[in-house]
T-cell receptor, first 113, second 110 residues
Framework: NAGVTQTPKFQVLKTGQSMTLQCAQDMNHNSMYWYRQDPGMGLRLIYYSASEGTTDKGEVPNGYNVSRLNKREFSLRLESAAPSQTSVYFC????????????FGSGTRLTVV | LAKTTQPISMDSYEGQEVNITCSHNNIATNDYITWYQQFPSQGPRFIIQGYKTKVTNEVASLFIPADRKSSTLSLPRVSLSDTAVYYCLVGESGANNLFFGTGTRLTVIP
């Protein structure tokens, strides 16, 4: 099925551990995004990639790094996890310049203890 | 980016029409208005987008007055499955830094 696939769906980390969240889309979209959503809050943009080979900071980039591996894949890395990074992380993609909106993945629920 | 203001929550009975209004006083000439729906434990889903007047699709209608400083998402005859959070976003079509805000939590009551 076409869409955005995120792995893993759930993860528990200890403070200071590192991990990479994976995201892949098969819709040939050129733009990809990482958002975080805290309980009862809206989504906040962490990083985005307007096209393969480019990445830009969003609203809350501190503590994260990203890699646009190819047109399909956009990963988010936490180098040293902190409890403040406990959240649900959503990856999304879009075909910039159209009005079809963003397609979101089902999310990764991350807990840092 | 134009910020938006929408009600925090709304309740409605099944079968009623629901209208959710969003204010965006600082909307720019090139900005579009887009609405998303988010169910618990899922990512948001694109519902509808418009620039001016009225847009309708199989899910909802979007009404935008001439001054474009507000917009209204209309959901006809809601069912329990329409219980979700609805986000109003304003930005250029295809923009890469859309601001989601906290949305409107709609609860449909039997």
């Amino acid at each position: 099925n076409a869409g955005v696939t995120q792995t893993p769906k759930f993860q528990v980390l200890k403070t200071g551990q590192s991990m990479t969240l994976q995201c892949a889309q098969d819709m040939n979209h050129n733009s990809m995004y990482w958002y975080r959503q805290d309980p009862g809050m809206g989504l906040r943009l962490i990083y985005y990639s307007a096209s393969e080979g480019t990445t830009d900071k969003g609203e809350v980039p501190n503590g994260y790094n990203v890699s646009r591996l190819n047109k399909r894949e956009f990963s988010l890395r936490l180098e040293s996890a902190a409890p403040s990074q406990t959240s649900v992380y959503f990856c999304a993609s879009s075909f910039a310049g159209t009005d079809y909106g963003y397609t979101f993945g089902s999310g990764t629920r991350l807990t840092v203890v | 980016l134009a910020k938006t203001t929408q009600p925090i929550s709304m309740d409605s009975y099944e079968g009623q029409e629901v209208n959710i209004t969003c204010s965006h006083n600082n909307i720019a000439t090139n900005d579009y208005i887009t609405w998303y729906q988010q169910f618990p434990s899922q990512g948001p889903r694109f519902i509808i987008q418009g620039y001016k007047t009225k847009v309708t699709n199989e899910v909802a209608s979007l009404f935008i007055p001439a001054d474009r400083k507000s917009s209204t998402l209309s959901l006809p005859r809601v069912s329990l499955s329409d219980t979700a959070v609805y986000y109003c976003l304003v930005g250029e079509s295809g923009a890469n830094n859309l601001f989601f805000g906290t949305g409107t939590r709609l609860t449909v009551i039997p």
